[in-house]
């Protein structure tokens, strides 16, 4: 099996259509805690969804309609600074919801593409806002993923944008952010966008990378792939300090 291909699990919760791909059924799943019943019922809107690379699901000042629970790839989130300068701000991976803040406001936060194909369960926000109101359950799950996504914005800050780490601190700190669930693989982002994310020029982030890839930190896997495989235990020292 080609080890860039992602598979796609069928979801459990669904009985109703054996080709539903909707969710996983893991308990961090957005539609964790919902019954039988409102699943099936929320399912007819959900759209199981491929989506190329390079797309762009909305913009800043978007009307907010949908929201996407990723199932396989990633997205980014971007952001303009104050003077115009864009910003990925965040990467969002399998589990996670881009176009959340949807539900409260009216339009969308950030700048979403996808890297590399995605798969997600694009889902209208008015079908999202019935079931909570009709689910105490998914209500308390919405929370955990509203917090979840603070935290995670909340740590990216903090690790990206350290005053006092070097940028082969912040590099190794980055490259753990963008590993793919609990596997040795991690995103290989241009060093265009690892630049906007560390706020470092395109050759800091190349001639640290380079001196990765020498170290065996990083093994490409082939020309052009979407992952490196990583040495995850000596990343994890070096984004330590150590």
Avoid at 73 to 82: D, F, N, Q, V, Y
Avoid at 111 to 122: E, L, Y
Wanted: net charge positive; aromatic share 8%; glycine share 8%.
């Amino acid at each position: 099996m080609n080890p860039n291909v992602e598979i796609l699990r069928i979801c459990p919760a669904w009985r109703g259509n054996a080709n539903c791909l909707a969710c996983d059924g893991r308990e961090n799943s957005f539609f964790a805690g919902l019954s039988p019943d409102a699943i099936a019922t929320l399912h007819v809107d959900v759209d199981n969804t491929g989506i190329p690379a390079g797309e762009t699901l909305y913009q800043p000042g978007y009307k907010a309609d949908y929201l996407w629970v990723l199932r396989t790839g990633a997205i980014k989130l971007i952001a303009s600074a104050w003077d115009g300068e864009p910003r990925i701000v965040r990467v969002l991976k399998p589990g996670d919801v881009a176009g959340i803040e949807g539900l409260l406001a009216r339009n969308y936060a950030h700048t979403a593409v996808t890297v590399g194909t995605v798969h997600a369960c694009r889902t209208p926000i008015r079908a999202v806002q019935r079931v909570c109101l009709e689910q105490a359950s998914f209500q308390w799950n919405l929370m955990q993923k509203w917090q979840a996504a603070l935290r995670e914005t909340e740590q990216w800050l903090v690790d990206m944008t350290s005053p006092t780490a070097t940028v082969r601190v912040r590099m190794a700190r980055l490259l753990l952010r963008l590993r793919d669930g609990e596997s040795n693989r991690v995103y290989n982002f241009p060093r265009e966008e690892q630049g906007l994310m560390l706020g470092v020029t395109i050759e800091t982030a190349s001639r640290i990378i380079a001196a990765f890839l020498r170290e065996r930190l990083l093994v490409r896997r082939e020309t052009g792939a979407r992952f490196y495989d990583a040495d995850i235990v000596a990343l994890e020292r070096i984004a330590h300090g150590r």
